[in-house]
């Protein structure tokens, strides 16, 4: 079955570390989006890529698309604590209008 | 906009008992989703609607779940009998489909049965 696998599963970075978190899919996606889970709290959109080879920016936030449409990644410049909690990718179950969400990278900042 | 809007926040029984969740969707979203959120299994859809209409309800666990959406403003997630194993945070979002939009979630349903 399709599967969306993130890594890593969890990240511990100093405050001011860089931290990057990859996205793997089984099947080719048509977009990508990604969300932020606080802890204790729900999914948040964050953005949506469409086109192969995609990157766009969110202020310390670098998102990516890969060339093949399977895999995409999240760069996060200069943690803060404020970055804290979980990063998901999710994309289109294949033939369906749902969304397919990834296993997540848990971020802990450490002042 | 008020965002998604789920009830309880909270909700703790007891084994047996019938257990509903509610969900107000954003106005003028015409897609709904349900999804679980547990530590071992992660993000699952559990069923989704669109235009009100199940569209597919693959991800429900099994017949102790149902899902209605009687309109566009509304939807309840019941699971009848419950069992400990159905402990979990519920999620329910809604999307509006034109556009590159993403989910909007609601707070959650964390469900405890003990």
């Known amino acids: 079955g399709q599967q969306v696998m993130q890594i890593p599963q969890y990240q511990h970075v100093q405050e001011g570390e860089d931290f990057t978190t990859y996205c793997n899919s089984s099947?080719?996606?048509?977009?990508i989006q990604w969300y932020k889970q606080r802890p204790g709290g729900h999914p948040v959109f964050l953005i949506q890529?469409?086109?192969?080879?995609e990157v766009k920016k969110q202020k310390r936030l670098t998102f990516q698309f890969g060339e093949a449409k399977k895999n995409s990644s999240l760069h996060i410049t200069a943690t803060q604590t404020t970055d804290v909690g979980t990063y998901f990718c999710?994309?289109?179950?294949?033939?369906?209008?749902?969304?397919?969400f990834g296993t997540g990278t848990r971020l802990t900042v450490i002042p | 906009d008020a965002g998604v809007i789920q009830s309880p926040r909270h909700e703790v029984t007891e084994m047996g008992q019938e257990v509903t969740l509610r969900c107000k969707p954003i106005?003028?979203?015409?897609?709904l989703f349900w999804y679980r959120q547990t530590m071992m299994r992660g993000l699952e859809l559990l069923i989704y609607?669109?235009?009100?209409?199940?569209?597919?309800d693959s991800g429900m666990p099994e017949d102790r779940f149902s899902a209605k959406m009687p309109n566009a403003s509304f939807s309840t997630l019941k699971i009848q009998p419950s069992e400990p194993r159905d402990s979990a945070v519920y999620f329910c979002?809604?999307?509006?489909?034109?556009?590159?939009?993403?989910?909007?979630f609601g707070s959650g349903t964390r469900l405890t049965v003990v």
């Open positions: 979002a809604s999307r509006r489909d034109s556009g590159a939009y993403g989910y909007t």
């Open positions: 099947t080719t996606l048509s977009n």
């Open positions: 890529l469409v086109k192969s080879g």
């Open positions: 999710a994309g289109p179950q294949t033939g369906a209008n749902n969304l397919f």
């Open positions: 106005s003028g979203h015409n897609s």
């Open positions: 609607f669109n235009n009100n209409v199940p569209i597919d």
